[in-house]
């Protein structure tokens, strides 16, 4: 349920990075949280980001959620489908559910690895 | 907040991988699949709700009825032994205390069923006011509440129920045998949809619980949390206490008029100030609306028309029977008309909106 070639946050997002390119998403225990998700707002193209602000919004039936960047940097791109399908992140959160693209300019230096995050919410399951 | 009040279907929720939430004092669950697949069950076949937590406050004596029609706007000498009532019961200044249920039991005999997070606020009003030779007593704890929703419910309960369901009609009630245990069979609910209410006595409920799912499994019928319940009220244009009421809306703003006896024999309290509101014409209404933007209004966001407050969101969702983002939110009155679009400020931002007909769902009736 955690892939392992991603990177998580305290805050529930996970990021794929590959050279200066990230993409964001939000993990399989946030999507499970959250319940059915009915609305996203994106952020603009080109916008830029410092680590730990809010991005974007993620809505289910009962709760309103910010997304916070576990990196510094730009923009680059942003899952359209999300708009018409937001069920698309309760779906497939790590494939067709991911929220945006970023050009990173600095990593967050808090990010955990698959196994550390699976400690962290098996702790907060309890 | 001491510890959470458990109903007597607790760990049968729990066994059937409800999350569990806190309402209202209670640990209740709020969903076991997932609120719109539960909601679409009830509009489409029938859902069971755990609704234990609701108040039962028991009223009884010569003095019952004067007690009551003191108490609520509307008029509870319309109802005789089978029959229920809705009603508001406000303050003297015409805010609301609760809105709750009048079952008629016997001719000095009486339920009023309120809501969970009210019910010591509603006892302890009620015995304030308690005179004559009547007695007020409190049996939430000892009473258990089941709820049947969806237009399967009738066939469903049929299966396991003594009584003939065609005879009830809505807001009537009969005491039955069902799976076994006493339960008074009331036709009412809280869905918008066809369906009943059962009470027993709380230790009971998980039989009936139990053999309720059994018998509905060939229907479609599904357990339901507060999420789903919530949506379906809503949708339905079903008032919640502590959004479109509270003690600071009237009745008579929250479009509950119909439920406000005001030529009813009785002084009641609250009367003069209703009288009053209505002679001057209210200052606020709760009104309807559907989101032009993208944007879900949630409670407490604020309503504008031309940069100017007019108004408050009480309640807002995607609405999963309509597939649309919609509202409901007080604002004056001047601007409570049909097709008026308003802006609602969501995250610092001017969302355009439409105020249109309620409910938003009505259900095609046979």
Not at chain 1, 107 to 114: E, V
Not at chain 2, 157 to 180: H, P, V
Request: some cysteine; proline content about 4%; hydrophobic content about 40%.
């Amino acid at each position: 349920m955690y892939p392992s070639h991603l990177k998580y946050t305290r805050e529930h997002e996970w990021i794929s990075i590959e050279g200066n390119k990230a993409v964001i998403g939000i993990t399989e225990y946030a999507q499970k949280a959250l319940g059915d998700v009915v609305f996203v707002e994106l952020p603009e193209l080109e916008r830029k980001v410092e680590i730990g602000e809010a991005f974007g919004v993620v809505e289910s039936v009962k709760a309103v959620s910010d997304i916070y960047a576990p990196c510094s940097g730009t923009i680059t791109a942003v899952n359209e489908a999300l708009l018409d399908s937001p069920e698309l992140i309760n779906q497939d959160p790590y494939g067709d559910g991911w929220i945006i693209e970023m050009e990173i300019s600095e990593l967050s230096g808090d990010l955990l690895s698959a196994e550390e995050y699976e400690d962290l919410i098996a702790q907060e399951a309890e | 907040m001491g510890e959470l009040k458990k109903t007597t279907l607790n760990e049968l929720h729990k066994k059937l991988g409800a999350k569990m939430v806190e309402f209202g004092g209670w640990e209740m669950p709020v969903q076991y699949t997932g609120i719109i697949e539960e909601h679409k069950a009830v509009r489409r076949a029938a859902g069971l709700f755990d609704v234990s937590h609701m108040g039962e406050i028991l009223v009884k004596g010569p003095g019952a009825l004067p007690l009551i029609q003191k108490l609520i706007t509307n008029d509870a000498t319309k109802i005789t032994i089978g029959q229920a009532l809705y009603s508001p019961m406000c303050y003297p200044s015409g805010g609301i205390v609760d809105d709750l249920l009048v079952y008629r039991l016997g001719d000095d005999e009486y339920w009023l069923v309120v809501n969970a997070g009210n019910k010591d606020k509603d006892f302890r009003w009620i015995k304030d006011h308690q005179a004559g030779e009547v007695t007020v007593e409190d049996i939430s704890d000892e009473t258990g509440q089941i709820a049947l929703q969806g237009p399967r419910s009738q066939e469903i309960l049929s299966q396991i129920t003594d009584i003939n369901l065609e005879e009830i009609k809505y807001f009537r009630f009969a005491w039955a045998e069902t799976a076994g245990v006493k339960t008074l069979v009331s036709r009412t609910g809280y869905t918008g949809e066809d369906g009943f209410e059962l009470y027993m006595k709380a230790k009971e409920a998980p039989q009936v619980w139990q053999a309720l799912l059994l018998a509905g499994k060939d229907f479609g019928l599904v357990p339901v949390g507060l999420g789903a319940r919530d949506t379906l009220r809503f949708e339905a244009r079903l008032p919640l206490y502590g959004h479109e009421l509270n003690e600071e809306y009237t009745p008579l703003e929250a479009g509950l008029g119909i439920f406000v006896a005001l030529t009813k024999a009785e002084n009641f309290i609250g009367k003069e100030a209703l009288l009053k509101q209505k002679a001057e014409g209210v200052p606020r209404k709760l009104v309807g609306f559907e989101m032009l933007d993208r944007g879900i209004p949630r409670a407490g966001y604020k309503i504008e028309k031309n940069n100017i407050s007019i108004g408050e969101v009480t309640s807002g969702s995607f609405a999963p029977s309509l597939g649309k983002n919609l509202g409901l939110g007080y604002v004056k009155s001047a601007e409570a008309v049909l097709d008026n679009e308003i802006t609602v400020i969501i995250r610092d931002k001017g969302l355009q909106a439409r105020i249109i007909k309620t409910p938003f769902y009505k259900r095609e009736v046979k």
